[in-house]
């Protein structure tokens, strides 16, 4: 049987690779303890699971989905008054507003709703690699901009080549940013609207990280800055703020033309997010900013815990404000993959390789702050003891 020559250009996916090294190792009566995935253990708000479960009963629900690929009118109006409330951003629920399965959903189908077969999309390295894997399945070019320590994290757009720029359609941007947990300021976000008009390029900033910030780090979002609707959209999320990875819904806001090109293809595709679901995510939006703040004091104090311990064995460093990774430079002369092989072979501990996030990844790994406390202390125990 044939498989699409698409699929050919994509490496396996990072977590199933770790996954299946993982599974390996406990089948071998191993205690691992895995650094490598950022998804929260904390549960789900009671008041939203209980929401769930009240709409789940009702049978209307179980029908197509209210207003279907768009999402239900309620919710796109509550998304509305969340952005304006925890980032001044104004949004007309009826076009700048979409429902989405969570915004990996929204990245892959932006990009079918924007590309031909190939155009250049610009992408950051490292960077989230669903977005090379999308731009493969559209029969488009990922163009790799080196986003770098040196550079604050921050693309330089000057060093694009012209050829590739008269090429480029679209461009993903990351901030809060995985890997690296740089944010972004307001200028880079006015800087990157100014590149994308003279180059005609479609932003797609992808911020499902936008409250999971430290250090006094405002919160921001891309389109606070002036004129990034004409030019581009954002994707957010459920997963993260409310620990709802699970429950897979999120949402698009911003240029009108790019949503209506994002929903025919939806319309084409998934129909939409259950009724349940997006009646459960309007509680979370309207009464779980609580949520927030007990996840980010949780954040902060396992942070913290492991940048006490890597400045005990030598390895401190200076971590970005944003998101729950921390993004560790390996110790000299062990490149990613040394140092993370070591880690697992000689503390049973999993971590992901930066190269996983792209060539620029190289010398660092990254750790993700999802586990409970006392995994982490342990790992932390493991860490201290081999070095
Ligand atoms: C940068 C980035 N975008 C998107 C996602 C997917 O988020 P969601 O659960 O909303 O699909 C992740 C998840 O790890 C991510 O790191």
New binding site residues.
Partial sequence: MQVADRLQKIPPYLFVTLRNKINKARAEGVDVINLGV?DPVDPTPQRVIDELCRQAQIPINHQYPIDEEKGMLTFRQEIARWYLKRYGVELNPDGEVLGLI????G?HHFILGIVNPGDVVLMTDPG?P?YRASIYMASAEPYAMPMLAANDYFPDFDQIPPAILKRAKAMFL?YPN?PTGACATRAFFRKAVEFAKVHDIAICH?N?YSEIVFDGQERLSFLSAPGAKDVGIELN?L?KPYNM?GWRI?MAMGNKGILAALCKVKENTDSGIFNAIQYAAIEALRKEDGNIERMLKIYARRRELVLKTLEKVGLGFKPQKGTFYLWIPAPQGLNSIDFTTALFEKAAVVVAAGTAYGQHGEGYIRVSLTVPDKRLEEAMERIQKIF
């Fill in positions: 950022g969570g915004s990996k959903e990245c989230y669903a990351n995985n992808d499902p999320s997963s990875t999120g």
